[in-house]
């Protein structure tokens, strides 16, 4: 009978890897090790190179604001019981548990024309929900939150290009990680705000970008947000479990509530639509989705160590620290292994931490100016000059395949 490999969990993968870890002194938060905010960086980075090409423009907004805001625009009757909040100069302040309110802020600065529009803020803010302690789950639920939010003010006759563009931007993004994605169109709810009829022309722009798309949908209803319908895109984890991550979500009262507006052609003041949108949703619980898939061996692009030397004899050792020295200085994160240990034992380390591509350097390597290269998953590959080895993993990189 075949031998069936336990999957672990995100929790023991983080330790095993040493890329997070959670504490009582703060339940609900995880503590990013190093290795894990490269992990966190790359994706910054990489979700920050498509909104600089899609023509975001990135604002950061504070964490802590007071409460009339989130009074006027609503939110504090629908989500109070998740927000944390404190006395400060006798005001009741507000730690924020959604960007949206503090955006029209920005928007607000200033006069804004139909011209302007769209207008896509987007902002990877540090959101605080009051989750109780029943339901935290390692990075799956936390009350500390990471959220790639963007915010987009629209005129109405745009919104359907809008959402279409939002889908593709989403779908693009999932496939370089080899999710299979579902979308749920999720309604009116019970207790929502605003007009009836409003309601139902966001529904139905949601809709047209959906078919517009192609893309087969699950109808939910009366499950969307307070303000507005909004489009949930799911995925499925390595054991099968659903998680909802990216969101689109059509906002025609936050206009209403805050006073927002624009001047049209006809030099008259008219509200505009806001979409709301997350890729990763929680990027906590996109690593932590991530982790398990790909059981810590992540793709080269995103590993937080994608190269590691090791040295045969310490004759060999100042031949593998210019080896290391040479892929670091191409941007390679790189680590140098010259303990006093078998070459065995240093390889089996290597592999525990999973590390993509292995480079052995002994006498034989030195003198023919070469590495011995051992990929993950393949084994020895056999000895190469490194400039080829470099041209190969660059390329990779480059790709970003999953």
């Not at 991530?290 to 793709?299: C, H």
């Amino acid at each position: 009978m075949a031998k069936t490999t336990k999957l672990l969990s995100h929790q023991e993968l983080g330790t095993q890897l040493d890329l997070y870890s959670f504490h009582e002194i703060a339940p609900g938060a995880p503590f990013w090790h190093p290795k894990g905010m490269v992990i966190f960086r790359e994706l910054e980075k990489l979700i920050r190179e498509a909104l600089d090409r899609a023509d975001y423009q990135e604002i950061s907004t504070p964490i802590m604001v007071r409460k009339d805001l989130f009074e006027k625009s609503g939110h504090f009757k629908f989500y109070k019981d998740l927000m944390f909040t404190l006395k400060v100069d006798n005001q009741t302040f507000v730690l924020k548990p959604m960007n949206c309110p503090e955006s029209t802020i920005v928007y607000s600065s200033k006069v804004r024309s139909w011209r302007d529009l769209p207008l896509r803020f987007s902002e990877i803010g540090r959101l605080h929900r009051k989750e109780l302690s029943g339901v935290l789950n390692g990075l799956f639920r936390v009350r500390q939150i990471t959220m790639d939010d963007a915010h987009i003010y629209v005129r109405q006759s745009q919104m359907v290009d809008e959402i279409d563009n939002l889908i593709v931007l989403i779908n693009n993004f999932y496939k370089i990680f080899g999710f299979k994605t579902s979308y749920h169109l999720a309604t009116r709810p019970d207790e929502a705000m605003g007009d009836k009829k409003l309601w139902d022309k966001a529904e139905d722009a949601l809709a047209q970008a959906l078919k517009k798309n192609k893309m087969k949908y699950e109808l939910q209803p009366k499950e969307g947000a307070f303000y507005g319908p909004k489009i949930e895109v799911h995925v499925k984890d390595s054991l099968g479990r659903a998680w909802q991550l990216g969101t689109i979500q059509v906002d025609f009262n936050m206009a209403e509530k805050l006073n927002l507006s624009f001047i049209n052609p006809d030099g008259k003041k008219e509200k505009p639509v806001v979409i709301h949108r997350a890729v990763f949703g929680s990027f906590e619980r996109f690593i932590g989705i991530l982790v398990e898939n790909y059981q810590g061996a992540f793709p080269v692009w995103l590993s937080p160590v994608q190269v590691k030397v090791l040295n045969i004899a310490d004759r060999n050792g100042k031949y593998a620290k210019k080896i290391a020295s040479e892929l670091a200085a191409d941007g390679l994160r790189v680590e140098l292994d010259t303990a006093n240990e078998t070459i065995g034992k240093k390889i089996r380390e290597a592999e525990i931490e999973k590390v993509p591509y292995i480079l052995v350097v002994g006498d034989k390597e030195e003198k023919a100016g070469t590495v011995a290269v051992r990929e993950r998953g393949k084994g020895d590959l056999g000895a190469e000059k490194l400039d080829n080895f470099k041209s190969k993993i660059l390329s990779e990189i480059e790709q970003k395949s999953a």
